[in-house]
């Protein structure tokens, strides 16, 4: 009998493959996606010290304020204008995207979208 693996396994196990290729520099830091059945996490990581520089999700109160749900594509857009300005402001303007996993579509395509229409590249 074959045993069917977990969502969450199959998402790790992609996540694994995937940081093999991908890093943050102190020039071009890693932008990392989580989220949750609740809520969305960004973080923006220099992996070279280990040092997450900005971070934001849909649990700060500034942003949760602004959102009628915090797990829906529009929360995921707010998520990503919020960490790319707080970037910005730390003189942060290209970013290697970390999708953690997870498929391009839907939450982490509008949080990438809003990110770039905000000012970061990657």
């Known amino acids: 009998m074959v045993s069917k693996k977990s969502r969450t396994q199959v998402r790790?196990?992609?996540h694994k493959r995937m940081r093999n290729h991908l890093a943050g520099t102190a020039?071009?830091?890693r932008l990392a996606v989580f989220?949750?059945?609740q809520h969305m996490y960004a973080q923006i990581i220099d992996d070279t010290v280990g040092h997450t520089l900005v971070s934001a999700s849909t649990l700060n109160k500034d942003v949760k304020a602004e959102l009628e749900f915090t797990n829906?594509?529009?929360a995921a857009a707010k998520?990503?204008?919020v960490i790319a300005k707080k970037a910005l402001d730390k003189n942060i303007k290209e970013v290697v995207f970390d999708r953690?996993?997870?498929i391009y579509q839907g939450k982490v395509k509008a949080l990438a979208e809003a990110a770039r229409e905000a000012g970061l590249e990657f």
């Open 100 to 102: 953690g996993g997870f």
């Open 35 to 37: 989220r949750s059945n």
């Open 72 to 74: 829906n594509v529009d």
């Open 79 to 81: 998520l990503g204008t």
């Open 27 to 29: 020039e071009r830091p």
């Open 12 to 14: 790790e196990k992609k």
